[in-house]
């Protein structure tokens, strides 16, 4: 079963036969698909997730922040609802914080993020006892149909 507060994300799961996908309710957020708000974030406080993927605006000093109260709120509830947080986070999220915090990132189990990150932040995040998975970006010329 997959989760998500994500219109273009269930729309992707939706073509997987093996895949339940329920999407929380809220308000669209404009220029986006993104569900926020409530009944969304009352949902996530009865859920019991094995994995919660999040993702963030910005990754500074130890601290996950977020562009919009209602952004950080949500992920925020899936955190608290999940037992294993996957942060997925590109080179270009390691930058200076964002308005709102999401939380400190003794919260998360892992940190997936490419080749192209600084060696620096990935070794002070390890060094801090995180994992950090570091994985090669595909261009789509090297995709193969």
């Avoid at 093996?18 to 698909?33: D, K, N, P, Y």
């Avoid at 002070?124 to 994985?135: F, Y």
Wanted: glycine residues 8%; contains cysteine; negative net charge.
């Amino acid at each position: 079963t997959a989760v998500t507060n994500d219109l273009g994300v269930g729309q992707i799961f939706s073509s997987v036969p093996e895949v339940e996908v329920v999407v929380l309710g809220g308000r669209l957020r404009h220029g986006s698909l993104t569900l926020l708000g409530d009944p969304g974030i009352g949902f996530m406080k009865d859920i019991q997730a094995d994995v919660a993927l999040i993702g963030t605006h910005a990754i500074s000093a130890g601290v996950l922040t977020d562009t919009s109260i209602e952004i950080s709120t949500m992920k925020r509830a899936m955190i608290a609802s999940a037992r294993k947080v996957l942060l997925l986070a590109d080179a270009d999220k390691f930058r200076p914080a964002a308005f709102f915090r999401i939380c400190d990132i003794g919260l998360v189990h892992e940190i997936i993020t490419d080749a192209r990150a600084d060696p620096a932040a990935v070794r002070e995040l390890r060094d801090a006892g995180l994992t950090v998975t570091v994985v090669e970006v595909m261009r789509s010329a090297d995709v193969v149909a």
